[in-house]
């Protein structure tokens, strides 16, 4: 293999989350490599899909590579489903593993590296999911976590603004920190968050009277107001004092964490938790799935549902009418 090709396709292996080019793509010459690595950088926009799939490949190849299958002929769909029978993961990231070997075996298909994909006929886990894992607090437990928040440090009133963006517009965690200043903007008499989801898709939605209040004393205390490209929520250095840069998903779990432990809240909660938090509080005071679905930028209303726990209260009733 030449050696500028060696050296250009490791850069790209860093890019995408690989350690080592797996043996049988090696076998595949220039052509092979070069497509094997635009799969990653070609068709795959979303960092977090990107690493994660990045990771299944790179562990087939692995579990390959340990039992002497080193060239893409060797690889028939009994191996694929050999390793699929053999993985000790949840069936969602079974099937996630499943899906990237597929998609990456129709790209090279595509691309004339390898005659057929051995993963189309593979059967994934059945996995069933009608009710979500996320841990969803209480209106009550909501409201004591805001409250319980010190607003008298800008720190405190940060933390506050985020929380309260993620409740009171059903977004996740990601688009949170991804806003800018000026994604808080007015029309007309209302004040509006403008939210980068997942796909690119950008979504508006009017800011709650709270979250407007919450964000408008975040950013009069900061004096950011008038810093239009300026991340909205910004890291703090070790002395306390805002950077320059946004905080990232990280950074928002470790600071919910620590908010939720203050009050003696699981240490289950997660950044998840307050999207489910905010489309349960909204379907327990007379809001449908519908809207619901279309605050949250959920494509099904299934995705939707799978947040609302109003009916565990009901089910629990039910319950205990039988009566031994």
């Known amino acids: 293999m030449p050696k500028e090709l060696v050296s250009h396709s490791q ?7 690989l350690v080592d080019l ?22 795959i926009r979303n960092k977090n899909t990107r690493l994660a799939y990045a990771q299944a490949i790179g562990q087939f190849f692995k579990w390959c590579e340990a039992r002497d299958i080193r060239e893409f002929s060797r690889i028939e769909p009994v191996v694929v489903a050999a390793y699929i029978e053999q993985h000790t993961a949840s069936p969602p990231t079974i099937k996630q593993h499943l899906a990237a070997i597929r998609k990456l075996f129709d790209w090279l298909v595509t691309g004339q590296i390898v005659p057929h994909s051995p993963a189309t006929s593979v059967r994934g886990p059945t996995h069933v ?3 979500g894992k996320t841990p969803v607090l209480t209106a009550d437990e909501a409201r004591n976590l805001l ?29 949170a920190v991804n806003m800018t200043v000026e994604d808080f903007y007015a029309e007309g008499k209302r004040w509006w968050l403008r939210l980068h989801e997942k796909g690119g898709k950008r979504h508006e939605v009017p800011a709650h009277h709270k979250a407007d209040e919450y964000i408008d004393e975040y950013l009069t ?3 950011m107001s008038g810093r239009k490209k300026s991340p909205l929520f910004l890291t703090v250095d070790r002395y306390g004092q805002f950077t320059a840069s946004r905080m990232t998903r990280n ?3 470790r600071m919910i964490k620590r908010r939720a432990r203050a009050v003696g809240l699981p240490n289950k909660i997660c950044c998840h938790t307050f999207r489910g938090t905010g489309i349960t509080a909204y379907l327990e005071n007379g809001g449908t799935i519908e809207n619901a679905q279309a605050i949250a930028a959920h494509e099904s209303p ?4 799978l947040y609302d726990r109003t009916s565990d209260e009901v089910s629990l009733d039910e319950i205990e009418k039988i009566i031994i």
């Open 22 to 43: 797996p043996l049988a793509v090696q076998q595949c010459g220039q052509d092979g490599i070069r497509r094997f690595l635009e799969f990653f950088t070609v068709t």
């Open 11 to 17: 850069k790209e292996l860093i890019c995408v989350g």
């Open 147 to 175: 409250d319980s928040i010190d607003v008298s440090t800008l720190i405190g009133l940060r933390d506050r603004a985020l929380i309260g963006v993620m409740v009171y517009s059903f977004a996740r965690v990601s688009a």
């Open 302 to 305: 299934r995705t939707t549902k």
């Open 251 to 253: 950074d928002a779990l």
């Open 221 to 223: 205390a900061t004096g």
């Open 129 to 131: 999911v009608k009710r």
